[in-house]
Nanobody, 115 residues
Framework: QVQLVEAGGGLVQAGGSLRLSCAAS????????MGWYRQAPGKQRELVAT???????KYADSVKGRFTISRNNVNSMVFLGMNSLKTEDTAVYYC?????????WGQGTQVTVSS
């Protein structure tokens, strides 16, 4: 079991940057994949990025080249750096991990990008 707490969301103008963080309540050293998802109003939750224990990353096409996922296994944290933000990036962003087949989610952090 693990608790995930996201932080770093806020209101930013288009073209701006934000860095989200996700703090896990237990060591993530042995957890393979961790990810960030987002859910915009009226839309389904979608995968934004994932990172494996050894640092391999995957991104949604819509954020490639703009977002960077990283993790700090020592401090049990996962980050999402977001640059060149667009209004369509507005959503609640969630941290996600799967442990022994069970999915865990944080409470989410709101990112609002204004034009």
């Amino acid at each position: 079991q693990v608790q995930l707490v996201e932080a770093g969301g806020g209101l930013v103008q288009a073209g701006g940057s934000l860095r989200l963080s996700c703090a896990a309540s237990r060591s993530i050293f042995s957890i393979n994949a961790m990810g960030w998802y987002r859910q915009a109003p009226g839309k389904q939750r979608e995968l934004v990025a994932t990172i494996t224990r050894v640092g391999s990353t995957k991104y949604a096409d819509s954020v490639k080249g703009r977002f960077t996922i990283s993790r700090n296994n020592v401090n049990s944290m996962v980050f999402l750096g977001m640059n060149s933000l667009k209004t369509e990036d507005t959503a609640v962003y969630y941290c996600n991990v799967v442990i022994v087949g069970l999915e865990y989610w944080g409470q989410g952090t709101q990112v609002t990008v204004s034009s």
